[in-house]
């Protein structure tokens, strides 16, 4: 359709001075003492009139997938607050999903255009829609439509983009809201989000944000000059932080410093500063200024299919983040106050930053993004408090402060809840503690079930801050102890004294219960902030754990040592992570005793006990040959690795990982006859991952052979009740029964059995 341009009518508002006019009365308007509905109505007829149309409408969305109809001149009044339209219907449904205006002459013909019979729209031919959004945040729709065939210019067009950030930004500060107006308010509905399990528990708290959003009070601007001051000084304030920044890295290694110089070349980029002098020109603040263009850059980052250009856009983004700090005032360290129970909330965030808050100070976290594999989520487990990831865009609706409820049970989250939601999740939260308080009953009870069959229950570590729960939980040891959270606190490699002083603390801590050591399991999403990351196409399959210990020993080698010093005189238990053949295990054994040898020759006291075992995590070791079960003193299962590699299916990817049942039987299969091949060379065999936490997996693996179980300290007690009520000779024969009939997971059957009369439930 051919699209008629009428730039230079006497309709014509493409001047700056008209749209700083509009602003100007827009701002009147808004300062006006009058209640949200009044004002939005006011809003629209101005608009209208400013920019000689017959209608203007405000859609706004009520919720996460339907806009609405809130305020007209021009259409229907009754059709205000009725008339609703899901995203991408119809036209202004089109225009909120791409997040891109339409404009058109003619848009009966447009594809998509929806006939609203109640708005009395027929008439008007001509459309221009621009989305309301803010820094990402989709808000709604504004809308203008007149008889006359025509399309607007690109300058009109880019004069209503301007008015549209101003409405973002005051219904971003609940302007609309009040009496009369059947706008649910911004920031103040409840909203729920739903994300992936990091870490189970429930936590009732209030809202702390990792980085507080940046509010622009005031989007209009009194005087372009004073504001393209404003914005110049600012500018100049971040190129001498960014200069600074590159002066005081000196010879940091060549990625940072090539990030460095990319912010450098933005802030110092004339395109970049154009944009917002234009914003200026055109009557918004500095501060709004930057917050359009970074709404613009945010924009093209959701489009982008390129990863290295959405990096780049993901630096202007940050600067633009800095630049609107310095414009405001409004800096990381707000002064407010960290609330009563405080739940953390960010998009991400690295375990040294989590570990900074200190383990007593958070009651759950929330991210944006992360994933249950994620560093955090193994300090939150560390932690036991709830761990919710990947709920989607929380950091843009919640405010410090907010009333907030985490279900690490289910993965929801319930931001500012309505009442009777807040009843009952203290009723749910009450029953746990009640549950809990039966397991501290059972805390020096042994795992022993119905028909007398005993199972070992030790915790997983990675912290001095884990130890004490091995008192508390009744674990009768440390299964797993995962060295690399150490290392991924600190800024650089920790030094062999630091190191044999921690092991020899925890061993301590222990007194005589056994800790199992785990050597260095990194790379994949455990990317140590002083390593070079690799570039790999996948780096789960790629270079981790022993095989970069095994290729370059020198920190493996460090770390025995610290090991073998801190266990001086007493027992010491290794274990190698992700073992794939037979000779890594063999090798990494004997760089082992090479160092011990080395320490016996420099006199030092030796372990009097030295255990070495392998995790198994690769299906290929419960295929590998019999010397690997001799010769290893234990072996464990890493279920998390080893189901990941067994149905190809990426553990961090939420998408993939849950279609795979851990009490598939394929998966029990493969666990029985590794459990078998330990019985037959006499080799005791534990299970570490995750799923030995979970009560009802942890009954299967029992029934299985599984006599040695090591988990999160929180499950412990669930896991040795219901082991406690369990025949799990009985229960052997159910899942034997399901495998026979064909079935693909045997866990309908368990849930069936556990649910009879006196079987655990
Ligand atoms: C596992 O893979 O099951 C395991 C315990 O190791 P991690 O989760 O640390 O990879
Ligand atoms: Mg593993």
Redesign the pocket.
């Known amino acids: 359709m051919a699209i008629e341009r009428t730039t230079g009518t006497d309709l014509d508002y493409g001047g700056e001075s008209d749209s700083r006019k509009l602003l100007g009365q827009l701002r009147t308007a808004l300062a006006e003492d009058s209640e949200g509905q009044e004002r939005l109505d006011r809003v629209t007829s101005i608009i209208a009139d400013a920019m000689g149309v017959e209608v203007c409408s405000i859609y706004l969305f009520r919720d996460s997938e339907t806009l609405e109809l809130c305020a007209t001149e021009g259409l229907r009044p009754e059709a205000v607050h009725k008339t609703r339209m899901r995203i991408g219907e119809g036209l202004v449904g089109r225009v909120a999903r791409d997040k891109r205006p339409i404009n058109t002459a003619d848009a009966p013909s447009e594809k998509g255009f929806r006939y609203m019979a109640e708005t009395g729209e027929e008439q008007y031919s001509t459309f221009l829609g621009v989305p309301i959004q803010r820094l990402g945040e989709n808000m709604g729709v504004l809308v203008v439509q007149s008889k006359e065939r025509r399309a607007y210019s690109d300058d009109e067009v880019y004069g209503m983009e301007v008015v549209a950030m101003v409405l973002a930004e005051m219904t971003e500060l609940g302007a609309f809201v009040g009496e009369g107006a059947a706008l649910a308010p911004l920031h103040r509905r409840a909203v729920t989000f739903k994300g992936g399990i990091g870490q189970e528990g429930s936590a009732m708290g209030h809202v702390w944000l990792h980085e507080p959003r940046v509010v622009v009070t005031d989007p209009i601007g009194d005087d372009p000059d004073d504001e393209l001051k404003k914005l110049d000084v600012a500018i100049s304030t971040l190129q001498i932080s960014v200069d600074e920044l590159l002066a005081t890295a000196g010879s940091a290694d060549k990625e940072q410093l090539q990030v460095l110089e990319a912010y450098r070349m933005f802030a110092n980029s004339r395109g970049w500063r154009r944009r917002m002098e234009e914003d200026i020109a055109r009557g918004l603040s500095a501060a709004a200024a930057v917050e359009k263009e970074q709404t613009a850059t945010r924009q093209r980052m959701s489009q982008v299919p390129d990863a290295y250009l959405r990096e780049r856009l993901h630096d202007l983004d940050d600067l633009s983040n800095r630049l609107l700090r310095i414009l405001t005032g409004q800096g990381k360290e707000t002064g407010a106050e960290m609330p009563e129970n405080p739940i953390l909330i960010a998009s991400n965030i690295g375990p040294g930053e989590l570990l900074e808050y200190g383990r007593r100070k958070l009651k759950g976290i929330v991210l944006e993004e992360g994933s249950v ?1 994620s560093h955090a989520a193994i300090v939150a487990r560390a932690w036991a408090i709830p761990l919710i990831v990947h709920t989607g865009p929380i950091t843009a609706e919640a405010l410090n402060g907010d009333l907030i409820l985490v279900d690490g049970e289910h993965g929801v989250v319930h931001l500012r809840p309505e009442d009777p939601v807040v009843g009952s999740f203290r009723d749910k939260m009450a029953m746990e503690a009640a549950q809990q308080e039966r397991y501290v009953d059972l805390r020096d009870k042994p795992a022993e079930s119905k028909d007398g069959i005993r199972i070992r229950l030790t915790m997983n570590a990675g912290l001095m801050a884990d130890l004490p729960s091995l008192g508390s939980s009744g674990a009768e040891g440390v299964g ?1 102890f ?1 060295t690399e959270l150490q290392f991924l606190t600190q800024p650089k490699v920790p030094r062999r004294g630091e190191l044999a002083e921690q092991y020899s603390s925890v061993l301590d801590r222990a007194g005589d219960k056994e800790v199992v050591f785990r050597t260095l ?1 990194i790379g994949s999403d455990k990317v140590l902030p002083y390593m070079k990351p690799q570039d790999e196409p996948n780096p789960a399959l790629g270079w981790r754990a022993i095989r970069v210990g095994l290729d370059k020993p020198g920190v493996m080698r460090m770390q025995l040592q610290a090991l073998i010093r801190a266990a001086a005189g007493r027992k010491l238990s290794l274990m190698f ?1 992700f073992i794939a053949q037979l000779q890594e295990f063999r090798d990494a054994r004997e760089l082992l005793f090479r160092e011990i040898e080395r320490e016996r020759r420099m006199g030092h006291l030796l372990p009097h006990e030295v255990k070495v075992g392998a ?1 198994l ?1 690769t299906p290929s070791m419960a295929f590998a040959p019999s010397q690997f079960f001799t010769e290893a003193d234990f072996i464990s299962i ?5 189901k990941q590699f067994f149905y190809a299916a990426d553990r961090e990817n939420e998408r993939v990982r849950r279609r795979y049942d851990t009490l598939n039987v394929s998966f029990l299969n493969l666990i029985e006859m590794i459990v078998r091949r330990c019985q037959e060379t006499g080799t005791p065999v534990s299970f ?3 799923d030995a936490g979970r009560p009802i997996e942890a009954l299967v693996f029992a029934a299985l052979g599984l006599r040695s179980l090591s988990m999160r300290p929180a499950s412990i007690g669930p896991v040795k009740h219901l082991i406690r009520r369990m025949d799990l000779v009985g229960l052997r024969r159910v899942i034997d029964d399901a495998r026979a009939s064909g079935a693909q997971s045997v866990r309908p059957s368990v849930v069936e059995f556990l649910y009879k009369p006196n079987n655990g439930s």
């Open positions: 594999a797993l995962r399991d992570p995790m995590e890493g279920g998390n690795d080893l570490c991952g995750e």
